[in-house]
């Protein structure tokens, strides 16, 4: 199994069925090996700084209904909200004071934010805050929206694939979306500017072997700046309710792996996986991440964007969140450091 990590390392990718069997066979040697690898190489290129985004969950409105997904359409039961453009500027405000110097605006797919609206917020944020990044997370888009969204300021956009095989990605969404625009959406981003993070759940229903070969084999050929990933945890109002949640052993391996294997990129500890584990961010950074993105939603809403069932961090303000995750870093060698956190390319 160390051969596979090693050629891995060397080469910065391996066959399909190499990945497959990785998957399949890894043991608690294989990923501490693995985790070790990925921390040096970690190391070498970000140092001990662990760079920190301010997250501002403005809607959790959406007009898809993916299976997985608590605040998805078909959920009459979610209680829905807008910010404001005042309170998305006020939690900016807050986060600047607490050292953020990225900004990470993350809704649904919520036609009430029209092209015009998103590129007035960016640009009333790059304005004020010319020092900082503002990444964007809110879905797919045609060409001509991202654009308008780049030209406006925004600097990066995350949008998970969730999966880059179409058989297992029709279980996870409706007919009315599809991989193929997704993945169209990613190069369409890349060949923009931005810097593009992608991404998948670890352990969603119907999720294979095969499938998350497919998923790294994908990355290495878009070659993201960030891939964010994390366990799936199901939500008590999605028909996946009954489902299995992904494990802490398996998303850290792969965090692992990423590392590994695309070694420049920005590679967050989830807040998923803080729910899983109670130490979940520490061992995601032990194990290559060098990203933590806390929340500076304001704490009335907190709960309102609940993707899956019993989501960390909920009731703490600004500020306790911040310097909570501070403490925890710091408990594991590392810091958080003032400073937008662009990839090293």
Known sequence: MKN???????NSALT???FTFLIKNHDEETDR???????????DIYGKDIYI???IEFTNYCKNGCYY??????NRDAERYRLSDEEILLCCEKGYELGYRTFVLQGGEDPFYTDDKIAAIVNSIKKKYSDCAVTLSIGEKEYDSYKKFFDAGADRYLLRHETADDAHYRKLHPESMSLEHRKKCLYDLKEI?????CGFMVGSPFQTAEN???DFLFIHALKPHMVGIGPFIPHEKTVFADKKAGTLKET???LSLLRIMEKRVLLPATTALATIDSTGREKGILAGANVVMPNLSPVGVRKKYKLYDGKVCTGEDAAECRFCLERRIESVGYHVVVSRGDYKA
């Not at 090996?33 to 190391?43: G, T, V």
């Not at 500017?193 to 993070?197: E, P, S």
Request: charged content about 30%; glycine content about 10%.
């Open 69 to 74: 997904c608590g605040i998805n359409c078909t």
């Open 4 to 10: 596979l990590i090693d050629a891995l390392e060397k």
């Open 193 to 197: 500017g931005y810097q593009v993070g």
């Open 16 to 18: 399909k069925e190499e």
């Open 53 to 55: 985004r301010g997250l």
């Open 33 to 43: 090996y693995a985790a070790l690898k990925a921390r040096k190489i970690a190391d």
């Open 212 to 214: 998350l070969a497919d």
């Open 252 to 254: 850290l391996f792969f």
